[in-house]
């Protein structure tokens, strides 16, 4: 019998040196003369502790990790194909409390599978939501994304299931489904873990969305940044196509759904709906104009569905267990899981996908384990570089939309960056007026010379020239792009820079070295 | 800094080959200017102003149309690199490791600034807003090869790595 080692292929693990890690225990198994068969799966999100390998037992699975080429020899030693003590020992994978703590809907296998085995996909309920999907009517499929109350989960929270029942409805001879996997939120990997840990589940989401509405063609817009992604989805693909589960004839189902992947040219302005339209059109990204809603005339000038990646992979399991299955978790308006990207300052870093509601205090302290550095968390930005600086006096928000739009926040695409107590927040909202600058498509003046001005405004601040003017000018600025803006980067550049004057106005008065 | 020619006709056959297959495999697709240019850069490793006149006639646009796109996307690059690409992560998760540390170390190391390529020809530093590696901050990218947890011993040794390779061939 051959033992199945598990080795994530998962970018960050890779990043930690998961490559050299498979290398070593291959070369080892080989030398010692045991078989053993090495499956690259993604990663579980426990990324502090990455690479983690994993060795299937009759007990299930256990974990061994952070592992170095160097443990690798003691491993063997330490017979750790049948689960032998080591330092490196973590138990039973899933008795991990940061993973047992989960719910896990939209992440249930990622880490867990082969994510390019159609097979392995399959085996763990993989395309039973299609198979579901294919049974009903399209405007009940529609209907079942609307009563499972999921909203996008890009950013704007949109309800899904109505965008969807725009697209239903126009009549057109093509209509296009494109997934958002442009990711450019810093503090985000969801999309990114989704896509390599478990790309059929997207592809599954799209095909669903295709035959709801009616659209017979789909474009996964991916940013550059992201090769390891590339690769995996177009494995996934060729082989959903090879299946029959892509292409002219879904699953017999005498519907075509043809898919394939376009990649973005690091312009974060992309990310922005009707950007990355234009960009997929093989334009300039700048932002078009609302009204037409891309629902309505979108790719091409064609109805359209534009979704995140993640609000996508949420819709195979709503069709499989339901839509009450999936209400049945949240809280308020938000219903559901969510993916949180707990990133920055942080001891245990990683993804964690739980019913909305519980607390940002939780989130860092109970599952997070606090700082990196061990000193207090200060700060934490939520929802990407657009998002509110939130300080300590706020960490009891739950973690759901309203909630924190009630406090000025914003949840966004789910990432949550950690500042510990040496952070400088003045710089900060420097970084967000510079970041504005250089992403600006453009279009609008409050973004394009507004945000250059911000940075000017803030070099003087923070060189202590005339600074409570200043301070009050780039309020007035704040405002101007708040109000101005066409779209949500200038619109918002002022959360992160307004909400740090706010809480932390003494890192804006510090005497210069 | 190199240039290139503006003229197509001053190019090398291989530079003008190399454009007309990158525009064979996307040429009929909708939309196809990124797709076009993004296999221009794969095979050239950047983006020659001569091949703008090219683009733009195969694809019935007008030259600024091509030239605007080129422009508009912060990963089109309009002169050769290095051999390495280092992208270094400049947003907010990096920065809350001490990511500005890490920028200063690699400037100072490679004897660059950004947008720069050392003087053996061998790495391009550039900044870069979040490669996804968050939960490892701080991050980077060697062409695409992604890195976390990036100190300056780190640093040293990848791009030790780098230049040792490099001697191998
Ligand atoms: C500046 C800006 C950047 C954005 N970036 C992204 C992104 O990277 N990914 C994403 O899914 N949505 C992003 N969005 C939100 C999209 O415009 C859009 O709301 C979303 O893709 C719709 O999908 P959803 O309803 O499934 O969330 C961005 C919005 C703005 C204003
Ligand atoms: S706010 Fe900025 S990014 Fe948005 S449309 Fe205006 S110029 Fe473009
Ligand atoms: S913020 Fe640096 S990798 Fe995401």
């Given at each position: 019998m051959r033992t199945t080692v598990y080795v994530p292929r998962d970018a960050a693990a890779l990043s930690n040196g998961a490559e050299a890690v498979a290398a070593a225990i291959a070369a080892e198994a080989t030398k010692r003369d045991l078989p053993i068969r090495i499956i690259r799966n993604g990663t579980?999100?426990?990324?502090?502790?990455?690479?983690?390998?994993?060795?299937?037992?009759?007990?299930g699975r256990h974990a061994y990790g952070p592992v170095?080429?160097?443990?690798?020899?003691?491993?063997?030693?330490?017979?750790?194909?049948?689960?032998?003590?080591?330092?490196?020992?973590?138990?039973?994978?899933?008795?991990?409390?940061?993973?047992?703590?989960?719910?896990?809907?939209?992440?249930?296998?990622?880490?867990?599978?082969?994510?390019?085995?159609?097979?392995?996909?399959?085996?763990?309920?993989?395309?039973?939501?299609?198979?579901?999907?294919?049974?009903?009517?399209?405007?009940?499929?529609?209907?079942?994304?609307?009563?499972?109350?999921?909203?996008?989960?890009?950013?704007?929270?949109?309800p899904?299931?109505?965008?969807?029942?725009?697209?239903?409805?126009?009549?057109?001879?093509?209509?296009?489904?494109?997934c958002n996997a442009d990711e450019g939120d810093s503090g985000t990997f969801a999309d990114r873990?989704?896509?390599?840990?478990?790309?059929?589940?997207?592809?599954?989401?799209?095909?669903?969305?295709?035959?709801?509405?009616?659209?017979?063609?789909?474009?996964?817009?991916?940013?550059?940044?992201?090769?390891?992604?590339?690769?995996?989805?177009?494995e996934a693909i060729a082989a959903a196509y090879e299946a029959g589960y892509l292409g002219r004839d879904v699953l017999s189902s005498g519907k075509t759904f043809d898919l394939e992947v376009r990649l973005g040219a690091g312009a974060y302005i992309c990310g922005e709906e009707t950007s990355m339209l234009e960009s997929l059109e093989g334009k300039r990204g700048e932002v078009r104009v609302r009204p037409p809603l891309p629902a309505i005339k979108g790719l091409f000038g064609q109805p359209t569905i534009v979704n995140n990646v993640i609000s996508l992979a949420s819709v195979p399991v709503i069709l499989?267990?339901?839509?009450?299955?999936?209400?049945?978790?949240?809280?308020?308006?938000?219903?559901?899981?969510?993916?949180?990207?707990?990133?920055?300052?942080?001891?245990?870093?990683?993804?964690?996908?739980?019913?909305?509601?519980?607390?940002?205090?939780?989130?860092?302290?109970?599952?997070?384990?606090?700082?990196?550095?061990?000193?207090?968390?200060?700060?934490?930005?939520?929802?990407?570089?657009?998002?509110?600086?939130?300080?300590?006096?706020?960490?009891?928000?739950?973690?759901?939309?309203?909630?924190?739009?009630?406090?000025?926040?914003?949840?966004?695409?789910?990432?949550?960056?950690?500042?510990?107590?040496?952070?400088?927040?003045?710089?900060?909202a420097r970084y967000a007026m510079e970041f504005c600058a250089v992403e600006s498509c453009g279009k609008c003046t409050p973004?394009?010379?507004?945000?250059?001005?911000?940075?000017?405004?803030?070099?003087?601040?923070?060189?202590?020239?005339?600074?409570?003017?200043?301070?009050?000018?780039?309020?007035?600025?704040?405002?101007?792009?708040?109000?101005?803006?066409?779209?949500?980067?200038?619109?918002?550049?002022?959360?992160?820079?307004?909400?740090?004057?706010?809480?932390?106005?003494?890192?804006?008065?510090?005497?210069?070295q | 800094m190199n240039t290139t020619p503006a003229r197509p006709e001053l190019l090398d056959a291989h530079t003008r080959e190399q454009i007309d297959l990158a525009l064979a495999q996307y040429q009929s697709q909708p939309g196809p200017l990124l797709q076009v240019l993004h296999a221009v850069q794969h095979r050239l490793r950047y983006i020659p102003d001569a091949a703008i006149p090219i683009i733009a006639t195969a694809l019935n646009l007008s030259r600024a149309e091509v030239h605007g796109v080129v422009t508009f996307y912060h990963y089109f690059r309009r002169h050769p690199p290095g051999e390495h690409i280092v992208q270094i992560c400049q947003a907010e998760s990096c920065k809350a490791m001490r990511g500005d540390e890490l920028n200063a170390h690699a400037k100072q190391r490679l004897k660059v600034s950004f947008h720069q390529t050392t003087a053996d020809g061998q790495f391009t530093l550039?900044?870069?807003?979040?490669?996804?590696?968050?939960?490892?901050?701080?991050?980077?990218?060697?062409?695409?090869?992604?890195?976390?947890?990036?100190?300056?011993?780190?640093?040293?040794?990848?791009?030790?790595?780098?230049?040792?390779?490099?001697?191998?061939?």
């Open positions: 579980r999100g426990l990324n502090w502790l990455e690479p983690l390998v994993e060795v299937a037992t009759a007990q170095t080429p160097k443990d690798v020899e003691s491993l063997f030693n330490s017979d750790f194909l049948a689960a032998g003590t080591h330092p490196l020992h973590l138990g039973p994978t899933e008795e991990i409390s940061y993973l047992k703590s989960q719910q896990r809907l939209t992440f249930t296998r990622v880490g867990v599978i082969d994510p390019v085995s159609l097979e392995d996909y399959q085996a763990h309920d993989g395309y039973a939501g299609l198979r579901r999907a294919l049974e009903m009517a399209p405007t009940q499929i529609v209907q079942a994304v609307t009563d499972s109350g999921l909203r996008g989960r890009g950013g704007a929270a949109f899904t299931g109505i965008k969807w029942k725009t697209v239903h409805d126009q009549s057109a001879a093509q209509k296009y489904v494109t873990m989704l896509m390599e840990g478990d790309p059929f589940m997207l592809i599954e989401g799209m095909t669903i969305a295709g035959i709801a509405v009616g659209a017979t063609r789909g474009f996964i817009y991916l940013r550059a940044e992201y090769p390891h992604a590339h690769r995996a989805l177009n499989h267990k339901g839509a009450e299955f999936y209400k049945n978790f949240g809280v308020g308006k938000s219903r559901g899981t969510i993916p949180l990207q707990l990133a920055g300052n942080i001891k245990r870093g990683g993804l964690y996908e739980r019913a909305f509601g519980m607390t940002l205090r939780e989130l860092l302290y109970d599952f997070g384990g606090g700082s990196a550095t061990g000193r207090p968390i200060r700060a934490v930005q939520v929802g990407g570089p657009l998002g509110a600086y939130i300080p300590e006096s706020q960490f009891d928000t739950a973690i759901d939309y309203e909630a924190l739009s009630g406090i000025g926040a914003l949840l966004g695409h789910g990432g949550v960056v950690a500042f510990d107590d040496t952070a400088d927040m003045a710089k900060m973004c394009r010379i507004g945000s250059t001005r911000g940075v000017e405004l803030m070099d003087r601040i923070l060189a202590n020239v005339d600074r409570e003017r200043n301070l009050q000018l780039i309020d007035e600025l704040c405002e101007t792009m708040l109000h101005g803006s066409l779209c949500g980067l200038g619109g918002m550049t002022p959360f992160p820079v307004q909400s740090a004057m706010k809480y932390f106005p003494e890192d804006f008065r510090r005497s210069v | 550039e900044p870069v807003y979040c490669l996804g590696n968050c939960a490892n901050s701080p991050a980077l990218m060697i062409d695409t090869e992604l890195h976390g947890r990036v100190d300056a011993e780190k640093f040293d040794a990848l791009i030790a790595a780098k230049s040792a390779a490099k001697e191998h061939d």
